[in-house]
């Protein structure tokens, strides 16, 4: 079974850091390109992050550029977001998606990790 | 404020159809390929539709997409009490830094 599984969420307080872990399983994950998105209670979707299959190219939203950082370790199946410099409005469900194949889509999402920012 | 505007809900009765625009701009519609998303309560989103107008294996005929020009439009036949739930358009943005776009999201009432 194709699968993300997100872990790595909690509390922490402001200017504080996480790392975020996807572990990915049923798919050859070295050959997809992946990104983070993120959804704040009672708020729409937005994405965070993008890394090729290589990790040779990142994109990052301008909310979390210079604090975040994306990476992968394809020997391991896992995806990671290093998030330093936490605030408040970091507060969110952070879900690993996985890009479809030669189509500009996120076809399978994992089931979410919840981060909370607060002292 | 999205990039991508749809209505924040329609709603209609169970066997209705209802349509869900995102409207948006050459930077991001008008150049790139649109996909929709369900997220049911509670839930992961889901995909739905890609590349403006198919769908992944597992999705009834049901749902389908469009396009035109910086518009994009998700319809949904023969509506259920299981469709109830958020829909999300999305695109590449190439305005000013490669982003990735949603739409603010659309709830669906099935009355």
């Given at each position: 079974?194709?699968?993300?599984?997100?872990?790595?969420g909690?509390?922490?307080?402001?200017?504080?850091?996480?790392?975020?872990?996807?572990?990915?399983?049923?798919?050859?994950?070295?050959?997809?390109?992946?990104?983070?998105?993120?959804?704040?209670?009672?708020k729409?979707?937005?994405?965070?992050?993008?890394?090729?299959?290589?990790?040779s190219?990142?994109?990052?939203?301008?909310s979390?550029?210079?604090?975040?950082?994306?990476?992968?370790?394809?020997?391991?199946?896992?995806l990671?977001?290093?998030?330093?410099?936490?605030?408040?409005?970091?507060?969110?469900?952070?879900y690993c998606?996985?890009?479809?194949?030669?189509?500009?889509?996120?076809?399978?999402?994992?089931?979410g990790?919840?981060?909370?920012v607060?002292? | 404020?999205?990039v991508?505007?749809?209505?924040?809900?329609?709603?209609?009765a169970?066997?209705?159809?209802?349509?869900i625009?995102?409207s948006?701009s050459?930077?991001?519609?008008?150049?790139?390929?649109?996909?929709?998303?369900?997220?049911?309560?509670?839930?992961?989103?889901?995909?739905?539709?890609?590349?403006?107008?198919?769908?992944?294996?597992?999705?009834?005929?049901?749902?389908?997409?469009?396009?035109?020009?910086?518009?994009?439009?998700?319809?949904?036949?023969?509506?259920?009490?299981?469709?109830?739930?958020?829909y999300?358009?999305?695109?590449?943005?190439s305005s000013?830094?490669?982003?990735?776009?949603?739409?603010?999201?659309?709830?669906?009432?099935?009355?």
């Amino acid at each position: 079974e194709v699968q993300l599984v997100e872990s790595g969420g909690g509390l922490v307080q402001p200017g504080g850091s996480l790392r975020l872990s996807c572990a990915a399983s049923g798919f050859t994950f070295s050959s997809y390109e992946m990104n983070w998105v993120r959804q704040a209670p009672g708020k729409g979707l937005e994405w965070v992050s993008y890394i090729s299959s290589s990790g040779s190219t990142i994109y990052y939203a301008d909310s979390v550029k210079g604090r975040f950082t994306i990476s992968r370790d394809n020997a391991k199946n896992s995806l990671y977001l290093q998030m330093n410099s936490l605030r408040a409005e970091d507060t969110a469900v952070y879900y690993c998606a996985r890009d479809a194949v030669r189509s500009e889509a996120f076809d399978i999402w994992g089931q979410g990790t919840m981060v909370t920012v607060s002292s | 404020q999205s990039v991508l505007t749809q209505p924040p809900s329609v709603s209609a009765a169970p066997g209705q159809k209802v349509t869900i625009s995102c409207s948006g701009s050459s930077s991001n519609i008008g150049n790139n390929y649109v996909s929709w998303y369900q997220q049911l309560p509670g839930t992961a989103p889901k995909l739905l539709i890609y590349d403006n107008n198919k769908r992944p294996s597992g999705i009834p005929d049901r749902f389908s997409g469009s396009k035109s020009g910086t518009s994009a439009t998700l319809g949904i036949t023969g509506l259920q009490t299981g469709d109830e739930a958020d829909y999300y358009c999305g695109t590449w943005d190439s305005s000013l830094s490669a982003n990735w776009v949603f739409g603010g999201g659309t709830k669906l009432t099935v009355l």
